[in-house]
């Protein structure tokens, strides 16, 4: 699909990640990469795995350095620049993240990101750990972040409020160059930034040739949902399975005449790889009803669609699905022909 990276896993972790990540990085020309702590054995398998970049990271707030690394700051900054430059001296790509950024006093965050800065980081990503950013404050420190270093910044935002996707759009706009995202928004608790949703507010909203093919993404949702087992809520933006369904009846009869009324225009179902679709329920109007039963191939008058979209309506009030063999049945009731019949009638 032309991904820029795949962050493959955390080779240390166990021979079954090493395994999985060397698989990785041998079988695609895409840029691999391989995840690693402050530590020297982290290091070394990363590097052993054959990735094209490493990330190491270290705790850089107050709270995770001393109740989760229980080590100083001195101890956070000496453990950072040398694990860089380990990976710099191996001669291949090197990522570093002030873990929880978000919560780090600035100062030192700044202190941080110069020492690494010095012993020559290719990137820096900042990561919103917790996920307590607002994209205006999560802005401003990208912004910062970029006076005091000549690396490219990358993003890495979580989902606990609902504004991963927005923070990563406030990094690129405060000059990030790359968000680490997942797809179908899968991750720690709440999840990270959607895979999915950066690419198309990038595409659409932003008018930026990302160079993602953009019409496998709602495959990828799907081969992913099936994987991790993790269900795509229906709302999901995207990908969900009502992302481009439409019930209501003034918006269903505004789509019909013209797409752009109640979809974003900008975005259409085709761009993703997925399919506009007509849902009949209690709010449905006589627009979606005619639509669908000359889809089916029936050829209803004025009179006919609204008595049977009037049991649509009392049947989706009930909470009960209105699929193509519901509606036939009502159309048959009403007495609705259908253009088989009409051919027969011909033929005869």
């Known amino acids: 699909m032309g991904t820029h990276v795949i962050e493959a896993g955390f080779p240390v972790n166990s021979d079954a990640e090493f395994e999985a990540v060397s698989d990785i990085a041998a079988s695609t020309d895409t840029t691999t990469c391989g995840l690693a702590r402050v530590v020297d054995k982290d290091i070394e398998a ?32 000496e453990r950072a620049v040398r694990s860089v430059e380990r990976v710099r001296d191996a001669g291949v790509e090197v990522m570093f993240s002030p873990m929880d950024a978000t919560r780090t006093d600035e100062a030192f965050l700044i202190e941080v990101v110069e020492a690494v800065s010095d012993a020559g980081v290719d990137w820096i990503n900042l990561p919103d750990t917790c996920g ?50 997942s797809v179908n928004g899968i991750g720690e608790r709440a999840g990270n930034a959607a895979y999915e949703e950066v690419v198309m507010s990038a595409e659409s909203l932003y008018g930026v040739d990302t160079g993602i093919d953009t019409t496998r993404i709602t495959e990828l949702a799907r081969i992913v949902e099936q994987a991790s087992d993790i269900p795509v809520p229906a709302n999901k933006p995207v990908v969900g399975r009502n992302a481009f369904s439409h019930e209501s009846g003034i918006h269903a009869a505004g789509v019909i005449e013209n797409a752009d009324t109640f979809e974003p225009g900008v975005m ?55 699929d193509d063999s519901t509606l036939e049945v009502f159309a048959r009731d009403v007495g609705v022909p259908h253009e088989n019949e009409r051919e027969e009638e011909v033929r005869a």
């Open 46 to 77: 990363a590097l052993d795995s054959g990735v094209d970049m490493v990330h190491t990271f270290v705790s850089t707030s107050d709270v995770q350095l001393a109740d989760s690394m229980h080590a100083s700051r001195e101890e956070a900054v």
């Open 132 to 181: 307590v950013a607002t994209p205006t404050r999560f802005a401003r420190m990208v912004e910062t972040v970029c006076e005091h270093t000549d690396a490219r910044i990358d993003v890495h935002a979580h989902d606990d409020f609902g504004l991963a996707s927005a923070n990563a759009m406030a990094g690129f706009e405060a000059g990030a160059a790359q968000a680490q995202v």
């Open 268 to 322: 259409t179902p085709e761009m993703v790889g997925a399919t506009r679709e007509f849902v009949l329920g209690k709010h449905t109007g006589t627009h979606s009803v005619r639509k669908r039963l000359a889809d089916i191939g029936f050829d209803p008058s004025d009179a006919e669609v609204r008595e049977v979209t009037r049991r649509v309506k009392d049947h989706g009030a009930e909470k009960e699905r209105i």
